[in-house]
């Protein structure tokens, strides 16, 4: 079965980026810079359903994005499912 965005996130996203595993949102919100890390893996409800190389993968983007939180005064990184 192939990756398929959830519609919720195709409406109220504009898709910065693709990497690998991940494809980069940003809400279509001019208030907040809210960025979202979506796995383009099929069937996938929770990070733990990644393979072991896919969540090591992940945790680095989700790292290099912690590190970049000064840039926009981030006081949070949200880590949810789809």
Not at 25 to 30: A, F, P
Request: with cysteine; aromatic share 14%.
């Amino acid at each position: 079965m192939t990756f398929t965005l959830h519609p919720r996130l195709e409406q109220d996203c504009i898709t910065i980026g693709r990497f690998e595993l991940c494809r980069l949102l940003m809400m279509n919100d001019s208030q907040y810079p809210w960025f979202i890390l979506v796995p383009e893996r099929a069937n996938l409800q929770e990070i733990y359903q990644l393979s072991k190389a896919d969540r090591e993968y992940y945790k680095r983007y989700i790292k290099l994005n912690a590190e970049k939180t000064w840039y926009f005064a981030m006081q949070k990184i949200l880590i949810c499912k789809q």
